[in-house]
């Protein structure tokens, strides 16, 4: 790159390469409502139209009345607006209508499976995916997810260190490994104390790991102490 600065190469990851003349343009989730200025021909969002032509694959006899719409967008937002997520759901159509759909989606991962056989495994189910990313992490860093998934909407870098029973410089070194892993994401109101969060779908994988590694209660007593005290 130095001997030829006209070149430019487009590179996609999970995360950050960390090489001189790197600029990063994040990949963000697919739009679950519409834009405010669309047409009447192009009413849904991108996330509903995805989930509307995966469904129509599988069960061509699909009603898309208003309802049925509505139920959709509501899928799409539980869903994160995750492409792969949107995909694995719209291929149950063939079991569930989009409203017994979303009774089924308290717990996410279950409901998300029966991806294409012609695909690697990690993308033929949604935990699949997530433990792919999961596995990459050392294990001072799976400790750390693990705990802050049991923050509900979110948590600062001073919430994290004290139910993670760790320092903020700590928690802060953790966290950045996360966040440039795509596991982790600043929230969009973040200001002077900026605020983290996870994806609803991604924090479902972090709880079932607390649950499998016998810390899911204890972590759980630890964030309700801490708010007690907060509050």
Known sequence: VAACPGTKLLVTSRSPLRVSGERLVPITAMRTSPQRDTTDDDKQSEAVRLFIDRALAVRPDMTLDDATIAAITEICRRLDGLPLAIELAASRSTMFTPAAM?????????????????????????????????????????????CLSVFTGGFTIAAAAAVCAQREASILLGLEALVHQSLVQMAPEAGCAPRYQMLETIRDFGLDQLAQEGELDHLSALHARYYVAFA
């Open 102 to 146: 979303l009774d089924q989606l308290t717990h996410r991962l279950p409901l998300l499976t029966n991806g294409p056989q012609d695909q690697p495994e990690r993308l033929q189910t949604m935990h699949n995916a997530v433990a792919w990313s999961y596995n990459l992490l050392s294990d001072t860093e799976q400790e750390l997810f693990r």
